[in-house]
């Protein structure tokens, strides 16, 4: 399986918990950007020749681009041979960037798949937040992708915000439920450096649920998931029977995968497991395609023990966890060889299991993920 990202790092406003690689745009910038990516992808259609299997459009917000600049990027995409139309094809979206024209616009170059950024549905946390829409805005921008025909549309949802209350959590997620979308993120807050919460924590005014109030919003989530027929199938993502999101399942095992855009990572195996990374400063990005140079400002080859604690990683994160067999065939290394104190310290505490073949974390386990990977790693 090949994936294909496209990054696209403009946005209306940046907000406050936002720490992507992601910027307002400039007058004219979306533009002269996306001849820069037209430009990558060109050259990769020339280096590669292969296909996609999938489509990932990330940002920023890729709906701040016009309907003449989509059709043009899938124009060329589909002229390349990078991109066939009948593919899973995800566009971010947030409220207030996309309107019925536009929506029904997507659907016919053959976008089928919708990530649409919610975050929260109360008035005061979105503000709270620093978006630019309200709920209402994300349940009409939901009711308009299903009046135009999508039939596969994720909503992401963040718990453990500011000045947030289990109740506000759960009435937030049963209305989400109730709209019904095919796919669910539910992530936990992160705070990371150089963002306004970032700041606002150091001066001691942002007031955030406890340990204890965030792990009941989480109970609840799969309580509630599970009741609605979703299955949880990683730690953040839950779907319905069929919906599970192709791009990143193939980030989870490891798949190789082409990024194209400012800061856009790319793994690919033709000659070893290699993994390089584009500049992310826009300007540089477009200064270098101008100048027939390559994006490309770092590139790692990964070592075996490498690439192997990558794919333990990546996979405990899954559900059905890691196939232990499978693993060892495939990388010639047995976990237990080389991290044996963590994985049986985690098996004692009852965070892993091992059933079927299978190493994975028990719901316990699932809860304390994040404290196990430090620990791990």
Same mark, same amino acid.
Request: include cysteine; glycine fraction near 10%.
């Given at each position: 399986?090949?994936? *294909?990202?496209?990054?696209?790092?403009?946005?209306i406003?940046k907000?406050d918990?936002?720490?992507?690689?992601s910027?307002?745009?400039a007058? #004219?910038e %979306?533009?002269?950007?996306?001849e820069? *990516?037209l430009?990558?992808?060109?050259?990769?259609?020339?280096?590669?020749?292969r296909?996609?299997?999938?489509?990932?459009l990330?940002?920023?917000?890729? @709906?701040?681009l +016009?309907?003449?600049q989509?059709?043009?990027?899938?124009?060329?995409l589909e002229?390349?041979?990078?991109?066939?139309?009948?593919l899973?094809?995800? %566009?971010?979206?947030?409220?207030?960037?996309?309107?019925?024209?536009?929506?029904? !616009?997507?659907?016919?170059?053959?976008?089928?798949?919708?990530?649409l950024?919610?975050?929260? /549905?109360?008035?005061? &946390?979105?503000?709270r937040?620093?978006?630019m829409?309200?709920?209402?805005?994300?349940?009409? @921008?939901?009711d308009?992708?299903?009046?135009?025909?999508f039939?596969?549309?994720?909503?992401?949802?963040?718990? =453990?915000?500011?000045?947030?209350?289990?109740?506000?959590w %759960?009435?937030?997620?049963?209305?989400? !439920?109730? /709209? =019904?979308?095919?796919?669910?993120?539910?992530?936990?807050?992160?705070i990371?450096? =150089?963002t306004?919460?970032?700041?606002?924590?150091e001066? #001691? $005014?942002l007031? &955030?649920?406890?340990?204890?109030?965030?792990?009941?919003m989480?109970?609840?989530?799969?309580?509630?998931?599970?009741?609605?027929?979703?299955?949880?199938y990683e730690? +953040?993502?839950?779907a319905?029977?069929?919906?599970p999101?192709?791009?990143?399942?193939?980030?989870?095992? $490891?798949?190789e995968y082409?990024?194209?855009?400012?800061?856009?990572?790319?793994?690919?195996?033709?000659?070893?497991?290699?993994? +390089?990374?584009?500049?992310?400063?826009?300007d540089?990005?477009?200064?270098?395609?101008?100048?027939?140079? +390559?994006?490309?400002?770092?590139t790692?080859?990964?070592?075996?023990?490498?690439?192997?604690?990558e794919a333990l990683m990546? =996979? &405990?994160?899954?559900?059905?966890?890691?196939?232990?067999?499978?693993?060892?065939s495939?990388? #010639?290394?047995?976990?237990?060889?080389?991290?044996?104190?963590?994985?049986r310290?985690? !098996?004692?505490?009852?965070? !892993?299991?091992?059933?079927g073949?299978?190493?994975?974390f028990?719901?316990?386990?699932? /809860?304390?993920?994040?404290?196990?990977?430090?620990?791990?790693?």
């Amino acid at each position: 399986m090949l994936g *294909l990202y496209l990054h696209l790092p403009f946005c209306i406003r940046k907000c406050d918990y936002c720490d992507f690689n992601s910027k307002p745009a400039a007058p #004219g910038e %979306v533009d002269v950007y996306l001849e820069a *990516l037209l430009q990558e992808l060109r050259d990769l259609a020339g280096m590669h020749g292969r296909a996609a299997d999938t489509l990932y459009l990330g940002g920023g917000t890729p @709906t701040v681009l +016009s309907g003449d600049q989509f059709r043009r990027l899938f124009g060329v995409l589909e002229r390349l041979g990078l991109w066939t139309p009948g593919l899973e094809t995800t %566009v971010e979206a947030n409220p207030g960037t996309l309107d019925r024209p536009k929506a029904q !616009l997507l659907a016919a170059l053959g976008v089928n798949r919708i990530s649409l950024g919610v975050q929260a /549905l109360q008035d005061r &946390l979105l503000r709270r937040l620093g978006r630019m829409h309200t709920g209402r805005a994300a349940r009409d @921008t939901f009711d308009t992708l299903r009046a135009v025909g999508f039939e596969n549309i994720g909503i992401d949802l963040i718990y =453990g915000l500011p000045e947030q209350h289990v109740a506000d959590w %759960v009435a937030d997620l049963g209305q989400i !439920l109730d /709209l =019904g979308p095919e796919h669910l993120s539910l992530y936990g807050l992160m705070i990371e450096g =150089g963002t306004p919460f970032a700041r606002q924590r150091e001066q #001691g $005014v942002l007031l &955030l649920p406890s340990e204890e109030e965030e792990i009941a919003m989480l109970r609840s989530a799969r309580e509630m998931t599970a009741a609605a027929g979703y299955e949880h199938y990683e730690i +953040s993502n839950y779907a319905r029977p069929g919906f599970p999101c192709r791009h990143n399942l193939g980030y989870w095992t $490891v798949e190789e995968y082409i990024g194209a855009g400012a800061g856009a990572h790319s793994f690919l195996q033709t000659d070893g497991p290699t993994r +390089s990374h584009n500049t992310p400063a826009v300007d540089l990005y477009i200064e270098r395609m101008r100048e027939g140079r +390559s994006p490309v400002f770092r590139t790692e080859r990964l070592s075996p023990r490498t690439l192997a604690a990558e794919a333990l990683m990546l =996979g &405990l994160r899954m559900r059905e966890g890691v196939p232990l067999e499978a693993f060892r065939s495939r990388y #010639g290394i047995d976990p237990f060889d080389v991290y044996a104190a963590c994985l049986r310290r985690g !098996l004692d505490n009852s965070w !892993l299991e091992i059933e079927g073949g299978r190493l994975r974390f028990t719901e316990t386990g699932m /809860l304390l993920s994040n404290e196990f990977f430090v620990d791990l790693f």
